[in-house]
């Protein structure tokens, strides 16, 4: 897989935007953008992903710069249960053959 | 569907006694992985099965640990025996080949002390 660089920790304030960061400056061209959160004790959880192209569901929304070596994981409003680690992991899109492997993250705290 | 069910939710056990995790799938999925999360080494792939078949056991910190996938709806994570140093938190994920993407479900863990 990909190597990820994600920063360890960030703040946001209640109801305000939360962007987090990822670098993969060496994915291929066959390697999708997933993002996972694990709130404290609970197993993660599958967030977004992406190829080329901004994506965005009800959960979040996902930049990815135009040469793909970099994404940002946007929370548009977050809350106090968006505490959490978040990862960001590169990896191709659909297939058995390969694992998904789970960096350090990013510890986010949103603040009231 | 129930989600990815792990079992026991808690464990106990005295350094030496055999330990066996067990995991049901969400049916239809035809992937697992047995995760392990500690502080000190985050959350570490220890084996995946695909089919039922164990793919990638190169996880698997020693011959102390082993993994079974009798069928597609079951799978057990052995300890034995068991050392203070396995206490962490082992998750069992489950996924569908093919399907766009291939998210993972993870089930709520199972929190091993070892004493």
């Known amino acids: 897989d990909a190597k990820t660089t994600q920063p360890p920790s960030m703040d946001c304030a209640e109801g305000r935007a939360a962007n987090l960061p990822c670098n993969h400056s060496?994915?291929?061209?066959?390697?999708?953008v997933y993002w996972y959160r694990q709130i404290h004790s609970q197993g993660p959880q599958y967030i977004i992903h992406?190829?080329?192209n901004n994506e965005t569901n009800e959960m979040a929304s996902l930049i990815i710069t135009e040469d793909r070596k970099s994404s940002t994981l946007i929370l548009p409003h977050a809350t106090l249960r968006d505490t959490a680690v978040y990862y960001c992991?590169?990896?191709?899109?659909?297939?058995?053959?390969?694992?998904?492997?789970f960096g350090a993250g990013t510890r986010l705290f949103v603040k009231a | 569907d129930a989600g990815v069910i792990q079992s026991p939710r808690h464990e106990v056990t005295e350094m030496g006694q055999e330990v066996t995790l067990r995991c049901k799938p969400i049916s239809g999925h035809n992937s697992l992985f047995w995760y392990r999360q500690t502080m000190m080494r985050g959350l570490e792939l220890l084996i995946y099965?695909?089919?039922?078949?164990?793919?990638?056991d190169s996880g698997m910190p020693e011959d102390r640990f082993s993994a079974k996938m009798p069928n597609a709806s079951f799978s057990t994570l052995k300890i034995q025996p068991s050392e203070p140093r396995d206490s962490a938190v082992y998750f069992c994920a489950s996924s569908l080949v093919g399907g766009v993407p291939e998210k993972l479900f993870f089930g709520s863990g199972t929190q091993l002390s070892v004493l």
């Open positions: 992991i590169v990896r191709p899109g659909n297939t058995g053959g390969f694992k998904t492997i």
């Open positions: 099965f695909n089919n039922n078949v164990p793919i990638d």
């Open positions: 060496t994915i291929s061209g066959n390697e999708y």
């Open positions: 992406g190829l080329k």
